[in-house]
């Protein structure tokens, strides 16, 4: 059982920057794949960025490419999110999540624990 914990969200202008943490309870994060999706009013839950259980590879949605990293630090059980250069359509409820599944994780029902989200609004 993983249990996930995100911070960081927030209210912020366009063209500012947001780092999310997500810290996930238990002995064995070093071996779950982990996600950040998010969802925002009216829209289905969307995957942001994904990283695999060692770190070594990483995926981006083209929407966010070049604007968003992540990194995880397996020793603190926690995964991060940097956002920079935000917009307004990047408002949204973010989620982290686990896979049990190795590599990069892509499809979202092979998620096998998720956090409760944090909320991060862009204005205009």
């Known amino acids: 059982q993983v249990q996930l914990l995100e911070s960081g969200g927030g209210l912020v202008q366009a063209g500012g920057s947001l780092r999310l943490s997500c810290v996930a309870s238990g002995r064995t994060f070093s071996r779950y794949a982990m996600g950040w999706f998010r969802q925002a009013p009216g829209k289905e839950r969307e995957l942001v960025t994904a990283i695999s259980d060692s770190g070594g590879s990483t995926l981006y949605a083209d929407s966010v490419k070049g604007r968003f990293t992540i990194s995880r630090d397996n020793a603190k059980n926690a995964v991060y999110l940097q956002m920079n250069n935000l917009k307004p359509e990047d408002t949204a409820v973010y989620y982290c999540?686990?896979?049990?599944?190795?590599?990069?994780?892509?499809?979202?029902?092979?998620?096998?624990?998720w956090g409760q989200g944090t909320q991060v609004t862009v204005s205009s």
């Open positions: 999540a686990a896979s049990s599944w190795r590599g990069v994780v892509i499809i979202t029902r092979e998620y096998d624990y």
